[in-house]
């Protein structure tokens, strides 16, 4: 069964303070990964990585794709406390899959 | 502004009771998707459609049924529902052939 795990499950930081979520997956006929935050309704949409080694980048966040070690990584720079969310990952085939998500918690 | 509406955001029910949650979109989007989201496990999907009055079984489906009579709209069936079926329960849907999921606010549903 096609698989999407993220680490760390939680995680605690302090405003201006750099993290790094992470995101594996063992697919067949991998097409896409998608990244997703989510407060505290519908998961909005973040990136869409098809390609590996090319950053994408959206204000303070961006995220890159290594389809050789079948992972990724989110990257958010300065977090703030409007960066508390479920932080979710998910294969992008017809039928998406997610991972279990990162909840980050941001601290004043 | 695109829209997927869930027509209930919370919902309790007993068990045993037939259950509906539905599910509009107003993008005329031929995919539409149904998932639970519990703690610790992420979202998980149930069932999917590809268009009108098809269907597929996702990863969870024991327990529901869905039906897509209509383009814009998805229920989600909870034959008899269970205390183990109370979940948050979101609903996408996508344009046939591209990556972008349109969720909408969830339904929280209590089974006591």
């Known amino acids: 069964e096609d698989k999407v795990v993220q680490s760390p499950l939680s995680l605690v930081v302090h405003e201006g303070d750099t993290v790094t979520l992470n995101c594996s997956y063992e697919v067949t006929n991998f097409r896409s990964l998608l990244w997703y935050k989510q407060e505290k309704k519908a998961p909005t949409f973040l990136f869409m990585l098809?390609?590996?080694?090319i950053e994408k980048k959206s204000g303070r966040l961006s995220s890159i794709l290594d389809k050789k070690e079948l992972f990724s990584i989110l990257n958010i720079t300065a977090t703030q406390t409007g960066d508390s969310a479920v932080y979710l990952c998910?294969?992008?085939?017809?039928?998406?899959?997610f991972g279990a998500g990162t909840r980050l918690t941001v601290k004043p | 502004d695109v829209k997927v509406t869930q027509s209930s955001r919370y919902l309790v029910k007993r068990t045993g009771e037939k259950v509906f949650l539905e599910c509009v979109q107003d993008m005329d989007h031929e995919n539409m998707f149904w998932y639970r989201q519990d703690p610790g496990l992420g979202l998980r999907l149930i069932y999917f459609?590809?268009?009108?009055?098809?269907?597929e079984k996702g990863d969870i489906p024991e327990g529901y049924s869905v039906s897509r009579e209509k383009k814009e709209r998805f229920s989600l069936i909870l034959e008899s529902a269970s205390t183990n079926q109370t979940s948050m329960y979101l609903c996408?849907?996508?344009?046939?052939?591209?990556?972008?999921?349109?969720f909408g606010s969830g339904t929280r549903l209590t089974v006591v």
């Open positions: 459609s590809y268009d009108v009055k098809m269907k």
């Open positions: 998910a294969r992008g085939e017809n039928d998406m899959r």
């Open positions: 996408a849907s996508r344009r046939q052939g591209s990556y972008g999921y349109t």
């Open positions: 098809t390609s590996s080694g």
